[in-house]
């Protein structure tokens, strides 16, 4: 099956939803995803150099400094076919434009939740680091608590989900994120969904990204 090009982001504060949000993309069109938290999460786990150096900004709510970030998912982008969904990434206008020098973006999707769910969700998050697999009590519950349900591994709280850094984080969000939104408005790609649930929100997702590629066109 011929495969197409097809590069996109999604944006959105932290915990709105861009994981649950993903995976359901990725597992309908199978595209590739590509999570900069959680690959900055897999170094660390693995004290890698460059885990050993994100760690220090993640635990405070702080961002991973620009050059280091575009370096590191340029490399990602480049070990994946060119059929990829970028997630909290780009996260500041100059990556934004880093990214937009190199790569004709198709769409970049935003996902409008109000802070104040989000920082009820964050309370209950669980996650698998292995796989970034992610869950929440109530919403989508391991069905052995504490476990992954594909492995049976151990499932973690991540270290800056301590209310104190979430709300570091929003404020980081705030300040150096949001503008990216505007990049994207003004080059005429992005697709804005709101919504207090990711039941709610992924139904205009599918829709939308279903006008752009038809479901499974792209083959492994
Ligand atoms: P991350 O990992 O990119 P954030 O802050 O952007 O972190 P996060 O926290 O991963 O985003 P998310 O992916 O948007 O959130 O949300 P999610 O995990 O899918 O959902 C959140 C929780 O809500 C989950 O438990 C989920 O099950 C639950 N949930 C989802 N939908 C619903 C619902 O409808 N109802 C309910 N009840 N629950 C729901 O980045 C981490 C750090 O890495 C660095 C930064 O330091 C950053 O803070 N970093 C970068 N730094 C610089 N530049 C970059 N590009 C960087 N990328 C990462
Ligand atoms: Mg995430």
């Given at each position: 099956m011929a495969t197409k090009l097809f590069k996109s982001v999604i944006l959105g504060a932290p915990a709105s939803g861009k994981g649950t949000i993903s995976?359901?993309?990725?597992?309908?069109?199978?595209l590739e995803h590509i999570s900069s938290g959680d690959k900055l999460r897999q170094h660390i786990q693995n004290n890698t150099p460059i885990g050993i150096k994100a760690?220090?900004?993640?635990?405070?709510?702080?961002?991973?400094?620009?050059?280091v970030m575009i370096q590191f998912i340029t490399e990602e982008i480049n070990k994946v076919?060119?059929?990829?969904?970028?997630?909290?990434?780009?996260?500041?206008?100059?990556?934004a434009k880093a990214l937009w020098d190199v790569h004709n973006l198709d769409v970049a999707l935003n996902l409008v939740v109000p802070f104040p769910v989000i920082i009820e969700r964050v309370k209950g998050r669980w996650v698998h680091l292995p796989s970034g697999r992610v869950y929440n009590e109530g919403f989508n519950s391991p069905k052995i608590p504490g476990k992954d349900d594909v492995t049976g591994e151990p499932l973690i709280q991540r270290e800056d989900d301590k209310p104190e850094v979430v709300q570091k984080r929003l404020e980081q969000y705030e300040k150096?994120?949001?503008?990216?939104?505007?990049?994207?408005?003004e080059k005429g790609i992005l697709k804005e969904f709101a919504?207090?649930?990711?039941?709610?929100?992924?139904?205009?997702?599918?829709?939308?990204?279903?006008t752009y590629i038809p479901l499974h066109i792209t083959s492994k």
């Open positions: 995976s359901r993309i990725v597992k309908t069109f199978n760690q220090e900004y993640i635990k405070q709510g702080q961002l991973v400094p620009d050059n076919r060119p059929v990829w969904l970028l997630d909290g990434f780009p996260r500041t206008v100059a990556q150096l994120t949001r503008p990216v939104i505007e990049f994207y408005r919504g207090n649930t990711s039941d709610e929100i992924w139904p205009k997702v599918l829709d939308c990204l279903a």
